[in-house]
């Protein structure tokens, strides 16, 4: 055979086999990302956008902040945390209010105050009120008149309702104005904590406030109202951190007695 012949290419004879090239893959490197921390919920951004607040990012526009702050106030969701609470804890809080002198009513309360009493006995005050105020009254007229005839004046619960929801809620917002512009530390929640158990014992006292004598109704609302009103005026005096609490002490304690004789005077005269 020529030794041209074999210098012919055979790669395009049919049955030839390609010669193997062996090529060289580029591996891809994958590089990972840095890790970006975020602050979640998101926070609102500027121009009202919604973003994230990553660690040690400025907190945001003060602005912002406050109208957030004062959403939250009339959000149901922020007050769910004043009502986790259970039936043994409120019990526990209710025998404490029937100890006037204790004055330890706050430390029991710091961890978690609760708003359920407050509410509790503050509806409970004022149907109890209304019922029995009607019976007693009924009794004293039975008493002097044997045909008096049963008659319930819904005009009992409009008064109990105004006053009671009025009395827990209005004076423990003044307190707490009063404690600032003092500048002693107060909180809202705690005192309307503290005055909505104050008023358990005027739930029990109302029960006895229904026998038709008049000394012995006296003798009960004073021994209640001066029970609820060292209660109050004590844990006043234990939680403000101020030498200037005389007039704090003695107005919540003067208040507390007119709750009684109002009760007294209105409901079962």
Known sequence: MDESENNLPTSHL???VPAVV???????IYEVPEANLQIFPPNNG????RGYQTPGSPSGDGQLQSESNWKGVFSISSYAQYFNVDTDVVLNRLISSLHPIGGDFF??????????GFIWTSTTLVFVIAALGNCATYLTKKHSNSSTTWSF???YLNVAAGSIYGYAFLVPVAFYFLLQYLGSNANLVRFWCLWGYSLFIFILSSVLLIIPVEFIRWLI???AGGASACFVAMNLRSY??????NLVIVASFVLQMGLALFIKIWFFP
């Open 46 to 49: 500027a121009n009202g956008a």
């Open 22 to 28: 062996k090529e060289e893959k580029s591996i891809p």
């Open 240 to 245: 403000i951190q101020s030498t200037d609490i």
């Open 14 to 16: 049919l049955g030839s």
């Open 107 to 116: 430390s029991k309360i710091d961890a978690n105050p609760d708003l359920y």
């Open 221 to 223: 609302i004073v021994l």
């Open 153 to 155: 004046d819904v005009g």
